[in-house]
């Protein structure tokens, strides 16, 4: 995915972003430490990507499934999801179904 900030353009791979956040008309990719900002809407993004591999938990929130750590069900089909970077997601009831479907066969 190519990024671009103060002049250049960086190739981010997709196999390294852990998770990703939405706003407004663009979207955040957690790569380790590193922030970047891709000028797309998370519908647009969310549509372009392997959904073996990543996953909407929120409105505002895609999860790469090959960084997650454990899952813990918490209130009113809610899911906090731990990735092994030490990262907690929350999710929300709209995608609890797509969480149930994954880990009921997470392979």
């Known amino acids: 995915l190519a990024v671009r900030s103060t002049g250049k353009t960086y190739f981010v791979d997709l196999q ?3 998770w990703m956040q939405a706003g407004e008309n663009y979207v955040q990719l957690h790569v380790g430490p590193s922030r970047h900002l891709a000028h797309v809407r998370i519908q647009a993004l969310q549509a372009a990507l392997d959904p073996e591999v990543f996953l909407r938990i929120h409105r505002s929130l895609i999860v790469n499934l090959r960084h997650v750590k454990e899952i813990e069900a918490v209130a009113h089909g809610e899911y906090a999801l731990a990735l092994r970077s030490g990262v907690r ?4 009831r709209t995608y609890h179904d797509a969480l149930k479907r994954w880990i009921t066969n997470p392979f």
Not at 89 to 92: I, M
């Open 16 to 18: 390294d972003v852990e």
């Open 89 to 92: 997601l929350q999710s929300s």
